[in-house]
């Protein structure tokens, strides 16, 4: 069993926060970036037309239980995930030998940053990258790791161009901020 390691402002014991729930944080962020996508619908005809190739595997929307599911496998057709690292990497220098471990994560719906003509947001793909720094040798996460974690988000067009990259940064008051890297 942990130790307690302070007392908070209410008298309550508070325990140091164990791995697993460090592991809970995140996926409960990428839960949330997931879930701030709006569902939109492009059937499968719209993508082989946009994109002039057949998406072998992908089924229809309807046939997945979760839109999420669907634009995910078309994600991994486009190889919109590695788009996405390899557009980071150029822009922050990130190098292919470096001692990381990165998870990027596809999705499509509303730019946060890009409107039309009419003010509406573009619909775009939206890529989270999650980066972990290791230490050489190093194979597994480790809370300092974790800690050390680093959030990227980047929005493609449809020509798979990327159109903005933020760094996501936590403030000492707990609140998320983006911090544009396009400039």
């Not at 592991?23 to 569902?39: D, N, R």
């Not at 003509?117 to 040798?137: E, H, S």
């Not at 680093?150 to 020509?159: A, C, G, I, R």
Request: hydrophobic share 40%; aromatic share 8%.
């Amino acid at each position: 069993m942990n130790k307690p390691n302070q007392i908070n402002h209410r008298g309550v014991t508070q325990f140091p926060p164990r791995p697993s729930a460090m592991k809970y944080k995140i996926t409960s962020l990428l839960a949330l970036f997931t879930l701030a996508t709006v569902v939109h619908g492009e059937d499968l005809a719209w993508f082989k037309k946009r994109y002039e190739r057949t998406f072998a595997g992908v089924k229809p929307m309807k046939d997945y239980g979760d839109p999420d599911a669907y634009y995910k496998a078309i994600a991994a057709k486009l190889k919109i995930p590695e788009i996405a690292v390899k557009a980071a990497s150029k822009k922050l220098g990130w190098k292919k030998g470096d001692p990381v471990l990165m998870h990027p994560k596809a999705n499509r719906g509303p730019s946060s940053f890009l409107k039309d003509a009419k003010g509406k947001p573009l619909i775009v793909w939206d890529v989270l990258i999650t980066r972990f720094p290791l230490a050489p040798g190093q194979k597994k996460l480790d809370m300092k790791s974790i800690n050390a974690m680093k959030m990227y988000y980047l929005e493609l067009n449809d020509d798979l161009k990327v159109v903005s990259i933020h760094r996501i940064e936590k403030g000492k008051d707990g609140k998320k901020t983006l911090i544009d890297l396009a400039k």
